[in-house]
């Protein structure tokens, strides 16, 4: 029956059109921030979208033109009655996707191929753990080292100075990515999650999605080790590119895990001492790499980095307000507490931004 | 040099096409110094921003317009509907369509209203994309709506080519992402309805088509671009 299996991969092109969408939002923003925070400061090009109306327009239509293919493909595929599983499809159209980028210097495709080619291994492991019904967490790592070798892959193009949105690209869906998974689990939420996703067969069981994360992990360290050769990597970021890898990985080998007490889930949940610890590792980390963030953003003047780690951290330190303090606390406390953390929080994040790029203008070598 | 010979000067290389940094290049080699090109910048610049406001005034005011003018005609057609023959709703849309085609065109291309024309060759590209679902609906036409929107997509790119204008190559490109998101909707809806969302409710030709043009047209519109620049990423 093909009808139930198309309906992933329907989601997925349902679901890659926003996160696009949110993709060239981000970029939009972070160029706004860049231009309203930056006078005096030549603009730099890499943080556009494109070089000009004409790169724009001929960009979305290449990346159009690619998700059309993928669709035609499955079209064709319907034709030839079912030669191919849709994930092969997926992974035909991400590759076509990412040769495309490369030879036409095209970021939308690049951004595209990059969320479809993570999708189709997303599906694949999936499909291979299937069987034996494996422990999710073993796809989430993968998910994690795959963002973590974005990242790495991003400070690599770093290499070329005319490949600095190429770059830029690997670089955001890198960090964005692995932060959103150290943040879900930081969460009690998060945890409540994990400790369903260590639920299942050991991944020893499932070769593919074992062998697929060994390569992840050697292409983390390869990629890592020609970044320090090349000197495009700071130490304190190749220490915290490491520390991430290793914990999101290690989420993969993990038995089953018992990270809420007994019958308290939901909003009344309470942690086990195991979900203490998880949840104090995840936090501890998650601080860590958004603080990490702001300062590799003064070390490398770059303002988008600054502005991206204020805000992880602003929404870090609002969510953590919530989850803590939500349901032991007065309501009327509780929300003036909100407003003052908040007024706090935006008077520091200003005052912190405005004396960082200051030190960076004053830095900054005179034209 | 006198600071009014380089404001001149730099005008002149303005009118050739020349970027802000080859001029700074090409007057520092003279033995300008920087303070006077900066100077010399400040009215070309100005007088740029000034062009820039009011290209962008006439744009929104053209472009309110076409939005007022196409609402009448909808409310028009809508209270009238149920006394309209199917003839005369499609002579209605035809007309709608080629007439803004046709004006646009004619203010565009002979008058040299590139704005006022662009704003009626887009509403004209929105009445054809109306005529395409009104046709399918009127006759009965057994196809889903996405191959509406990629038919949609075709036309108004082939146009887009034909009089040159980005405002249609913008209104071109949410109608394929249109297309793209409609079709696993459909799948979802057939899914739930009936427990199986069917075949792809798309045609293959249309599908070709789509990705052959929407390629075609942005490698047309790449060459467009300066040597320079295709080779930042």
Known sequence: ?367 | MEDAHITERIRGLLAEGRRKEEIYQTLLAEGVSLADIESGFTGPTQEAAKRDTHQWAVRVIVGIGVLLIAAGVFSFIAANWNEISRAGKVGLILAAMTLSYGIGWYLKEFLGYIRSGEALIFLGSIAYGGGIFLVAQLFNVAVEWPDGFILWMLGTLIMAVAVDSYLLYYLAMPIGAAALVGHPLIMVERFWSAGSPGAIPMSLALLILAVALTFTVGWLIRRRMPEEQKKFY
Do not use: C
Request: zero cysteines.
């Open chain 1, 1 to 367: 029956m093909f009808a139930l299996d198309y309906i992933p991969f329907l989601i997925i092109i349902a679901v890659a059109i926003p996160l696009l969408l949110l993709f060239f939002l981000l970029r939009l923003v972070l160029g706004f921030f860049k231009g309203k925070s930056a006078a005096g400061v030549p603009s730099e090009w890499h943080l556009m979208v494109a070089n000009s109306r004409e790169d724009a327009v001929s960009q979305a239509l290449f990346l159009l033109s690619f998700l059309f293919l993928g669709i035609t493909l499955l079209r064709l595929n319907q034709e030839m009655n079912y030669l191919l599983q849709w994930q092969t499809i997926l992974l035909i159209s991400s590759l076509a996707a990412l040769a495309g980028a490369y030879t036409l210097k095209n970021v939308y495709l690049l951004a595209g191929g990059l969320v479809s080619i993570s999708m189709w291994w997303t599906t694949q492991a999936d499909l291979w753990g299937e069987k034996i019904n494996v422990a999710p967490a073993s796809v989430v790592a993968g998910i994690g080292l795959i963002a973590t070798l974005f990242y790495t892959l991003g400070r690599l193009h770093e290499w070329n100075p005319r490949a600095k949105r190429f770059a830029l690209t690997y670089l955001v869906f890198g960090l964005v990515s692995a932060t959103v998974i150290l943040f879900i689990f930081s969460t009690g939420l998060g945890l409540e999650g994990l400790e369903e996703l260590t639920d299942g067969a050991p991944i020893t069981q499932v070769p593919q999605v074992l062998l697929s994360l060994l390569v992840f992990a050697i292409a983390i360290v390869a990629a890592l080790a020609m970044a320090v050769m090349k000197k495009l990597i700071f130490p304190g970021e190749l220490a915290g590119v490491l520390i991430v890898a290793a914990l999101i990985g290690s989420i993969a080998f993990l038995p089953a895990q018992t990270l809420v007490k007994g019958d308290s889930y939901g909003f009344s949940r309470e942690l086990t001492s195991t979900g203490i610890i998880w949840a104090s590792i995840f936090n501890i980390a998650l601080l860590a790499e958004l603080v990490g963030i702001v300062f590799m953003g003064y070390a490398r003047r770059a303002t988008w980095l600054i502005n991206l780690g204020a805000l992880g951290l602003f929404i870090f330190i609002f969510t953590k307000y919530f989850d803590w303090f939500f349901s032991f606390l007065n309501k009327s406390v509780f929300f003036i507490g909100a407003g003052l953390l908040l007024f706090l929080l935006g008077w520091g994040m200003e005052r912190g931004r405005r004396r960082m790029l200051a030190r960076m203008r004053a830095q900054a070598p005179q034209p």
